[in-house]
T-cell receptor
Framework: QKEVEQNSGPLSVPEGAIASLNCTYSDRGSQSFFWYRQYSGKSPELIMFIYSNGDKEDGRFTAQLNKASQYVSLLIRDSQPSDSATYLCAVNMIYNQGGKLIFGQGTELSVKP | DVKVTQSSRYLVKRTGEKVFLECVQDMDHENMFWYRQDPGLGLRLIYFSYDVKMKEKGDIPEGYSVSREKKERFSLILESASTNQTSMYLC?????????????FGPGTRLTVL
C-alpha cells in the first residue's frame, strides 16, 4: 500500500461547481497534511495545511481532515478555469532531527468554462 | 517572501558526465530537500539535509550525492549521469523539522541526459 494515495484523475468539473479532491494515508501517526497546487511546467506551491480534525477554510478552499479514517480532502468552491492544475497531497513525517513530506501522485483537475 | 532558486531551468548533459545542480534559499531555513518528479511516479525524495554538513538518504538516493557546506546552499551531484536520470529536479526548503512546517519549492531544473 502506498503511503499517500490520490486518484490520478483527470477530474473534470464545470466552471462555478465544487471540486472535491481526496487523499488517504497509511501512517496513523501522521500529524500534518498539506495541499499543493502545481501548474504544468511549474513547481508546487502551497495552498494550505491542516493538522486538526475537522475543516479549515481559506477563501474558496476548504481542507478537511479525518484522522480516524485516515483521509484528507480539499474542496474548491466556485471553481475557475485558473484552478486547472495538478493538486498534490503531502503528509509530514518526522525523521531523525528533521521532517520530510511524503507526496501522493497528484490529482489533475480540469475546470471547463 | 521565501525565495528558493535553482542554478538552471534547463540542462542537457551527456551520459557519463558529472552534473551539479545547485539550490540556494534566502530565508535561513534549516532543512533542504532534493526531489525528482516523473510522470506517473510523482515527487520522489532523493536526499535531504537538516543542518550544514548533514545529509539523509531519501527514497531514491542511488546514483546521486549531495553537499551542504553552507546553510543556504544544497547541491545535488550526479557522479556519472545516465539516461534514466532524465527528469525534473526540484529543490525545497523548510524552516525546521516541526510537523507544521511548510516546504517551499524552487522553480525546478529539467535535466535531459543524452
Amino acid at each position: 500500500q502506498k503511503e499517500v494515495e490520490q486518484n490520478s484523475g483527470p477530474l473534470s468539473v464545470p466552471e462555478g461547481a465544487i471540486a472535491s479532491l481526496n487523499c488517504t494515508y497509511s501512517d496513523r501517526g501522521s500529524q500534518s497534511f498539506f495541499w499543493y497546487r502545481q501548474y504544468s511546467g511549474k513547481s508546487p506551491e502551497l495552498i494550505m495545511f491542516i493538522y486538526s480534525n475537522g475543516d479549515k477554510e481559506d477563501g474558496r478552499f476548504t481542507a478537511q481532515l479525518n484522522k480516524a479514517s485516515q483521509y484528507v480532502s480539499l474542496l474548491i468552491r466556485d471553481s475557475q478555469p485558473s484552478d486547472s492544475a495538478t493538486y498534490l497531497c503531502a503528509v509530514n513525517m518526522i525523521y531523525n532531527q528533521g521532517g520530510k513530506l511524503i507526496f501522493g501522485q497528484g490529482t489533475e483537475l480540469s475546470v471547463k468554462p | 517572501d521565501v525565495k528558493v532558486t535553482q542554478s538552471s531551468r534547463y540542462l542537457v548533459k551527456r551520459t557519463g558526465e558529472k552534473v551539479f545542480l545547485e539550490c540556494v534559499q534566502d530565508m535561513d531555513h534549516e532543512n533542504m530537500f532534493w526531489y525528482r518528479q516523473d510522470p506517473g511516479l510523482g515527487l520522489r525524495l532523493i536526499y535531504f539535509s537538516y543542518d550544514v554538513k548533514m545529509k539523509e538518504k531519501g527514497d531514491i538516493p542511488e546514483g546521486y550525492s549531495v553537499s551542504r557546506e553552507k546553510k543556504e546552499r544544497f547541491s545535488l551531484i550526479l557522479e556519472s549521469a545516465s539516461t534514466n536520470q532524465t527528469s525534473m529536479y526540484l529543490c525545497a526548503s523548510s524552516p525546521t523539522g516541526l510537523s507544521t512546517d511548510t516546504q517551499y519549492f524552487g522553480p525546478g531544473t529539467r535535466l535531459t541526459v543524452l
